[in-house]
């Protein structure tokens, strides 16, 4: 989330990435501008100094604005954001070992060289300004080509979630349009950010969902089309599941125990795929250091994946993936209605504190978004 007010994007890709989509902002510096003029040097940003609780967010009005660096870069006033539950832990150095050495490969090693550092992802706003070879985009465009339907709190609620449910379901689960009809899916942590869009998607493509969520979300998720609702809390979920009908995909946005009985809920030598979010991928590197983290990650996701694979299932991570195609199919299935923003609370760029702990409470009902302006 941007707690500022522009953006530089600096993606080798962007001439071709529409804006809307560029919210992955790894590899965005985003700032706030001030309002009056985008001529400003300086505009206002929550920034953190040093990792750890609430505490460290620190509101600046002197961030120096974003220039323009590289021809392929674009400038972005942000109207909106949203918080992730990945903010709020890079709050507390959460994946800092990897996400340092994407910012800058050459200074890994130098410890605080992140700071004054603006966490977020998530973006909708205007394009202010376009580096000389930038052909996609002109100042004026609403980040990019959003969907037209949304406005830019709405827009600003999905990239991140979207793009890593779409990645989890068809890129890594392999379900589109066409082939999943009829097809069982089983979502786990149906009711949060990337819970409530996948619910959504699944049904656009004619599955049969159900959503596993805490009893007062049931309704939430029966709204978004889930089929069949299963409430964690009430009795032993492994076991309310084993009397369904067994699955052709899961989804599992919760971790920890449920990769211990979750496989077995799948049809067995047919090609079923379990898939998690959850994974110790930027924890191992921020033990391990980057070269054994992603060692110890291979090592850890090649055995588990073997071990499924001789039972007759398939077992997979998946991760957020940034792609402007996969955007554009969203952003369509949006406009055509099949797709709404969950949005549960928005805060004014003022509040950014307050946001964060609302996302660090947990029990998230869809997003928490920021309008900044
Ligand atoms: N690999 C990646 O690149 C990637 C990208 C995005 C997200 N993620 C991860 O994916 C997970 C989901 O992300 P999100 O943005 O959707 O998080 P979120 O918005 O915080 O939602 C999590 C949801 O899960 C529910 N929940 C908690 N425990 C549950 C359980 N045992 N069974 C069923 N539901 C449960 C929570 O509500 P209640 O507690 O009230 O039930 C909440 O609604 C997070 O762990 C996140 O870190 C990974």
């Known amino acids: 989330m941007e707690f500022l007010k522009t953006c530089v994007l600096r993606r080798k890709a962007w001439t071709t990435v529409c804006f809307w989509r560029s919210q992955v902002i790894q590899k965005l510096s985003v700032r706030k501008i001030g309002t009056t003029s985008p001529r400003s040097t300086v505009m206002p940003a929550w920034v953190?100094?040093?990792y750890g609780k609430n505490e460290v967010l620190r509101f600046t009005q002197n961030m120096r604005m974003p220039i323009i660096h590289y021809p392929n870069e674009v400038i972005i006033k942000v109207h909106a954001t949203s918080v992730n539950p990945i903010d709020v832990n890079m709050r507390s150095g959460y994946g800092a070992a990897a996400l340092n050495m994407k910012r800058d490969p050459l200074h890994i090693k130098i410890k605080g060289e992140e700071f004054p550092l603006t966490l977020g992802r998530d973006v909708s706003g205007v394009v202010m300004e376009c580096g000389l070879d930038v052909k996609y985009f002109k100042p004026g465009d609403e980040v990019s080509h959003k969907p037209k339907s949304l406005t830019h709190t709405q827009a600003a609620s999905l990239p991140y979630v979207a793009l890593t449910a779409w990645s989890a379901i068809n890129k890594v689960g392999g379900l589109n349009e066409k082939n999943c009809t009829?097809?069982?899916v089983l979502i786990l942590g149906a009711s949060g950010g990337v819970g409530t869009f996948a619910i959504q998607v699944m049904k656009a493509w004619d599955a049969h969902v159900t959503a596993v969520c805490s009893q007062d979300a049931s309704g939430l998720v029966k709204k978004l089309g889930a089929d069949d609702v299963i409430d964690y809390k009430s009795g032993n979920v492994e076991e309310q599941l084993k009397s369904l009908k067994p699955f052709d995909f899961i989804l599992d946005n919760v971790g920890g125990s449920t990769e211990t009985w979750a496989?077995?809920?799948l049809k067995k030598w047919s090609g079923a795929t379990y898939v998690t979010l959850v994974t110790p991928f930027l924890l191992n590197m921020d033990r391990l250091g980057v070269a054994d983290g992603m060692l110890q990650t291979g090592v850890t996701m090649g055995s588990k994946t073997l071990k499924h694979f001789w039972q007759g299932?398939?077992?997979?991570?998946?991760?957020?993936?940034?792609s402007g195609l996969y955007l554009d199919d969203i952003a369509k299935l949006v406009d055509e209605g099949k797709i709404q923003p969950v949005i549960?609370?928005?805060?004014p760029f003022s509040e950014v504190p307050e946001a964060f702990l609302k996302v660090e409470r947990g029990?998230?009902?869809g997003k928490t978004v920021i309008n900044v302006i």
């Open 48 to 50: 953190i100094d040093k």
């Open 182 to 184: 009829g097809k069982r």
């Open 263 to 265: 496989l077995n809920l």
């Open 313 to 322: 299932v398939h077992y997979r991570w998946a991760f957020f993936m940034a």
């Open 344 to 347: 549960e609370k928005t805060f």
């Open 363 to 365: 029990h998230a009902r």
